[in-house]
């Protein structure tokens, strides 16, 4: 069955005559008939009866029109509800990020969408691990490192570099150390999601360095907080430790080894049609990471 029809029939009933049906639906009215002649000839009933002057129902036709008129109201007020979300920038947003990614830099970034668009309210979830994107509805996620997920899109925002770092404190009682291996004669500070660290050396050359930490945390803030504390050496982002490297409550350890960074990228359901409010933010976060990086390099 060609349930277009069922729609062209309602509209003739409510409308009352073929002219006026045509006409809301902007066809002609031959191919009205014709496809209300079609339906009738599939369920085997007459549901009109034509005459010059007037259209009515047949008893069949008034069943059947009180059968179908709920759904087609149904229908119709959910297109409509669909086209509003795909199109008005409205409703809720849920959005996870990094504790620390998001205090350091993206809060500032979140409320200032809010401010320009107060139709869409944002559900942040701030967690240091991977939530089930799925399973936890969530529109935007914000993840650090080589992450993918299927279905889902993964945009580059920016690489985050890192800093080997210690307390002016720590050095001047141990000593600054001179290769990786003297780290394991300091206290370290790691975070679980990273159990080792990457350098480059001089030649450019990939080293791996892992050992037993005194403190393991997953906060990097927190973390942060204990290297300037004097509680040991951490490989830290810079959007985390920057400011605390600048103002000397910090200082660099192992300036010749080489931090690798870790990309952050911006994730999003693989739809062919996404929500107005996803896409807003979307180009939101991508014209203030180019905001970034152009003032970096000016």
Aim: charged letters at 25%; glycine letters at 6%; aromatic letters at 10%.
């Amino acid at each position: 069955m060609d349930y277009q029809n069922l729609f062209l029939f309602v509209t003739v009933a409510e409308q009352g005559s073929y002219i006026k049906a045509a006409d809301h639906l902007k066809m002609p009215t031959s191919t009205l008939s014709r496809r209300i002649q079609q339906l009738e000839e599939q369920l085997g009933y007459q549901l009109l009866y034509r005459s010059a002057r007037k259209l009515t129902l047949t008893e069949a036709g008034t069943l059947f029109y009180r059968r179908c008129q709920p759904l087609y109201s149904e229908l119709t007020e959910a297109t409509q509800g669909v086209d509003s979300e795909l199109t008005s920038p409205t409703g809720e947003l849920r959005v996870t990020a990094p504790v620390s990614l998001a205090n350091a830099l993206l809060n500032a970034w979140f409320f200032e969408f809010m401010e320009l668009h107060p139709g869409i309210h944002l559900d942040l979830m701030l967690v240091n691990r991977n939530v089930d994107l799925k399973a936890e509805g969530v529109d935007i996620a914000f993840r650090i490192g080589d992450i993918k997920i299927r279905d889902w899109i993964c945009r580059p925002l920016f690489t985050s570099r890192f800093s080997l770092c210690a307390s002016r404190e720590l050095i001047l009682k141990l000593g600054h150390p001179e290769t990786l291996d003297d780290l394991r004669n300091y206290p370290l500070i790691m975070s679980r999601s990273s159990p080792s660290w990457n350098f480059h050396d001089r030649e450019g050359r990939l080293h791996t360095f892992s050992a037993e930490p005194r403190l393991r945390i997953d906060e990097l803030s927190a973390a942060a907080e204990s290297v300037e504390a004097g509680l040991g050496i951490a490989n830290l982002p810079d959007y985390v430790v920057g400011e605390s490297l600048t103002y000397g409550r910090m200082v660099t350890v192992l300036p010749l080894w080489q931090p690798i960074g870790r990309e952050v990228q911006l994730l999003y359901p693989h739809r062919q049609y996404l929500p107005a409010k996803v896409r807003l933010f979307i180009s939101f976060i991508m014209d203030k990471v180019e905001q970034e990086r152009a003032a970096l390099s000016a």
